[in-house]
């Protein structure tokens, strides 16, 4: 005999047990045996939870990230929430990652200009701001390891570990006498001239000044590489034009409400300690702060990089801010067989890497 409830019985039953959620759960029973309907009611809860974040935040999170509810309900606790978003999986790697900071805006601002401080220890064993103009001074603390010393010895173009261009290796074969007790002091020295003149190229001529590498058996043209990379990202809405302008024809694009500075690294990633030159931009917009942080050069692993820093305002949750930062790498040796074993650890090694700078930049800037 099929189970029936008439719509009096439903209707009476309902007004007793509705319940101040969004689910109303109706218990019957029929000849001992216990059946239980889930009942959604769209009440106002419902709507609340859509309306958590701001909405430009909101519309991030739908149409990119795509977070589980369990995930809304980290970051709405106000922990860290970190998430691989699609990709290239033969050369590129993307991680999403969003905090609550109760801290102002302005005190990150602050902070993240004294970068030499900011980014110091963990994985920063040097981080060094470059002056304007840019001098060689400037990067007096650039060293190379033993083993990227060793490997300059027998650097060839199409066949070299360390990422430089013809050019560089061409004026190292002629200018370095390895037989010399000098040789690593002289290697060093010009690799800190070869660092000055890039810088000092990039200032003047933007990215059609960046590295074309020829460590591979193809040339790598970083310009080319990280044009088709900002172009494939998905917007958010305070990554606005003007900033996607500026990054992409730097120096000749303007950047009103802005600043922005040149900062070089020795970083520990992955297997082998990594020299990195980037240009950090702080463009504020009406509705967020947005920090740009473009890579310009990596001695190993990765041919383009862009880390993307938004602060939004939240003020239906109080004072502080959310703090969402999305990352994109293009790296080679992403794919094959062995591509998709060194794959995973680098995906798995870069989500961890934003979870800790979330974590960190919350510690930091809530004075814990």
């Given at each position: 005999?099929?189970?029936?409830?008439?719509?009096?019985?439903?209707?009476?039953?309902?007004?007793?047990?509705?319940?101040d959620?969004n689910?109303?759960?109706l218990?019957?029973?029929?000849?001992?045996?216990?059946?239980?309907?889930?009942?959604?009611?769209?009440?106002?809860?419902?709507?609340?939870?859509?309306q958590?974040?701001p909405?430009?935040?909101?519309r991030?999170l739908?149409?990119?990230?795509?977070?589980?509810?369990a995930?809304r309900?980290t970051?709405?606790a106000?922990?860290?929430?970190?998430?691989?978003?699609?990709a290239d999986?033969?050369?590129?790697?993307a991680?999403?990652?969003?905090?609550?900071?109760?801290?102002?805006?302005?005190?990150?601002i602050e902070r993240?200009?004294d970068i030499?401080?900011f980014e110091?220890?963990?994985?920063?064993r040097?981080?060094k701001?470059?002056?304007?103009?840019?001098r060689?001074?400037?990067?007096?603390?650039l060293?190379?390891?033993?083993?990227?010393v060793?490997?300059?010895?027998s650097?060839?173009?199409?066949?070299?570990?360390?990422?430089l261009?013809?050019?560089?290796?061409?004026?190292?074969?002629?200018?370095?006498?390895?037989?010399?007790?000098t040789?690593?002091?002289?290697v060093?020295?010009l690799?800190?001239?070869?660092?000055?003149?890039?810088?000092?190229?990039?200032?003047e001529g933007?990215n059609?000044a960046?590295?074309?590498?020829?460590?591979?058996?193809?040339?790598t043209?970083v310009a080319?590489e990280?044009r088709s990379?900002?172009?494939?990202?998905p917007?958010?809405?305070?990554f606005?034009?003007?900033l996607?302008?500026?990054l992409?024809?730097?120096?000749?694009?303007?950047l009103p409400a802005?600043?922005?500075?040149?900062?070089?690294?020795?970083?520990?990633?992955?297997l082998k300690?990594t020299?990195?030159?980037?240009?950090?931009?702080?463009?504020?917009?009406?509705d967020?702060?947005?920090?740009?942080n473009?890579?310009?050069?990596?001695?190993?692993?990765?041919?383009?990089?862009?880390?993307l820093r938004?602060?939004?305002?939240d003020?239906?949750r109080?004072?502080?801010?959310?703090?969402?930062?999305?990352?994109?790498?293009r790296?080679?040796g992403l794919?094959?067989?062995?591509?998709r074993?060194?794959?995973g650890?680098?995906?798995?090694?870069?989500?961890?890497?934003?979870?800790?700078?979330?974590?960190?930049?919350?510690n930091t800037?809530?004075g814990r």
């Amino acid at each position: 005999m099929p189970f029936r409830v008439s719509k009096l019985q439903f209707s009476q039953s309902l007004e007793r047990r509705v319940l101040d959620s969004n689910c109303v759960r109706l218990t019957y029973s029929f000849a001992g045996v216990a059946a239980v309907f889930s009942v959604v009611v769209l009440d106002s809860r419902a709507v609340e939870d859509t309306q958590k974040f701001p909405p430009a935040f909101e519309r991030y999170l739908l149409e990119t990230v795509h977070p589980s509810s369990a995930e809304r309900s980290t970051l709405i606790a106000g922990a860290p929430l970190t998430k691989l978003l699609d990709a290239d999986p033969n050369k590129e790697v993307a991680v999403f990652g969003a905090v609550w900071i109760n801290a102002p805006t302005a005190r990150y601002i602050e902070r993240l200009q004294d970068i030499e401080n900011f980014e110091r220890g963990g994985g920063f064993r040097i981080t060094k701001r470059i002056s304007s103009p840019p001098r060689l001074e400037d990067f007096k603390a650039l060293t190379l390891p033993d083993e990227d010393v060793e490997d300059l010895r027998s650097c060839r173009v199409g066949d070299c570990e360390l990422k430089l261009s013809a050019e560089t290796l061409e004026r190292m074969r002629r200018t370095i006498d390895w037989s010399k007790p000098t040789a690593r002091q002289d290697v060093e020295s010009l690799m800190r001239q070869v660092a000055l003149d890039y810088v000092t190229r990039y200032l003047e001529g933007g990215n059609e000044a960046l590295a074309v590498y020829r460590d591979g058996g193809r040339p790598t043209f970083v310009a080319s590489e990280f044009r088709s990379m900002i172009e494939n990202m998905p917007r958010f809405s305070a990554f606005d034009p003007e900033l996607r302008a500026y990054l992409l024809d730097f120096p000749g694009a303007s950047l009103p409400a802005s600043k922005s500075f040149l900062y070089w690294q020795d970083a520990q990633f992955g297997l082998k300690p990594t020299i990195r030159i980037n240009h950090l931009v702080i463009h504020e917009d009406e509705d967020a702060i947005v920090v740009a942080n473009k890579q310009l050069y990596a001695s190993h692993y990765f041919w383009t990089a862009l880390e993307l820093r938004v602060l939004l305002q939240d003020h239906a949750r109080g004072p502080g801010f959310w703090f969402a930062t999305l990352s994109r790498s293009r790296s080679d040796g992403l794919s094959g067989f062995m591509g998709r074993v060194i794959r995973g650890r680098v995906r798995t090694e870069a989500r961890k890497g934003i979870e800790r700078t979330l974590v960190a930049t919350k510690n930091t800037l809530e004075g814990r």
